[in-house]
């Protein structure tokens, strides 16, 4: 695969999807309404799922992505984590652009080595953290000044699946909400503190972290499969106010103060006892405002794919890099190190080395 960006501009990209999966499926079928794709189709050495590709999909599947060889331009690697490397590092190397599922690798040591190969061969390497795609993240950002960003707190929990228990919940769920707040926060992480707990398995079923910037903001990030209710919110703290997302509902809420309390000449807690009482029933007419918006509905899978294939075939950049999706990985590395460091008799979390360290790059 040796055609310069003007041969691909003239005829369709021929894309494979690797992994036939809950997610792999999803990324076959979008893939097959692209006007700007040819999907070659999906390989996965299970005939089960292989089965259901071609009965569903009717898409071709074979058991060995590396019969591709000379016959794609790009692929969607959708296999699960332990595989990441040696099938991106294969892609890679034949010169074939990857858009590979989070988290990029299983370790920092293998993620690094992937984003030099994409680097050595001229290759686009994106990292699927669809969640910088969501209309509600995107909404949220067009009212924000990162800059002035000064405290952050998520939860993104959901019902035990069934699904990704190669990994824990820190690099299947929680490595989304790290990769936000990076993209958000233009300063390095200088500390992490985390606890995490297993209970189906060997991996982390729940854990909380803190991050802490060189700047001063804080981030509290909390992940779980084992909830009672599914949550996929993140509020964001600003010196003016208040910003909330609901990435499940794709709506976004502002709060801040009007403008004589800001000001400081309305102050609640220099009224008299019962007109202080009285404050919570007018609190988001007088003293607050609050704007609630619904953000445009769009498929988020589906735009990170347009921007992979739009990126190859016409050149620019991708919005989570090979590079971006290194540094997550990296701070969530450093998550598994402070829960195996915090680890009980009763919470041994074996995968915390499983990941490596975050000292190997």
Not at 56 to 78: C, E, F, P, S, T
């Amino acid at each position: 695969m040796n055609q310069d960006q003007n041969d691909f501009a003239s005829s369709k990209l021929r894309i494979g999807v690797i992994g036939g999966g809950h997610l792999g499926r999803i990324h076959a079928k979008l893939l097959l309404a692209n006007e700007f794709c040819e999907l070659v189709g999906v390989a996965d050495p299970s005939e089960e799922s292989r089965q259901f590709v071609d009965s569903q999909l009717h898409v071709a599947a074979i058991d060995d992505y590396r019969n591709w060889a000379g016959k794609i331009d790009a692929v969607i690697i959708a296999a699960p984590t332990f595989l990441h490397h040696t099938i991106g590092s294969w892609c890679l190397s034949r010169g074939i652009h990857v858009l590979i599922e989070k988290p990029i690798a299983s370790s920092i040591r293998e993620a690094s080595d992937l984003v030099q190969l994409a680097k050595a061969n001229s290759c686009k390497l994106q990292v699927g953290h669809v969640e910088r795609f969501n209309p509600a993240w995107q909404l949220a950002l067009s009212h924000l000044a990162c800059d002035e960003i000064r405290y952050i707190e998520a939860a993104r929990e959901g019902t035990y699946t069934g699904r990704s228990t190669d990994i824990g919940i820190v690099m299947d769920l929680m490595i989304h909400d790290i990769d936000l707040v990076l993209s958000a926060v233009d300063a390095p992480v200088d500390s992490v503190a985390a606890y995490g707990w297993s209970v189906l398995g060997e991996n982390e079923d729940f854990a909380a972290a803190t991050l802490r910037f060189r700047n001063g903001m804080i981030a509290n990030l909390r992940a779980s499969r084992i909830a009672v209710v599914p949550k996929r919110h993140m509020q964001i703290y600003t010196e003016d106010g208040l910003t909330e997302i609901d990435f499940a509902t794709s709506s976004v809420t502002q709060i801040a103060a009007v403008d004589e309390v800001a000001s400081g000449i309305r102050q609640a807690d220099q009224l008299p006892a019962d007109l202080r009482a009285k404050v919570k029933d007018s609190l988001f007419i007088d003293w607050l405002s609050k704007v609630e918006q619904k953000a445009v509905p769009a498929n988020a899978i589906q735009l990170e794919q347009t921007e992979f294939v739009q990126s190859i075939l016409a050149g620019g950049s991708v919005t989570v890099s090979g590079e971006q999706g290194y540094q997550a990985l990296e701070i969530a590395s450093r998550v598994l190190d402070q829960i195996a460091m915090n680890r009980s008799e009763r919470s041994i979390i074996p995968a915390a080395n499983r990941f490596g360290k975050s000292k190997a790059a």
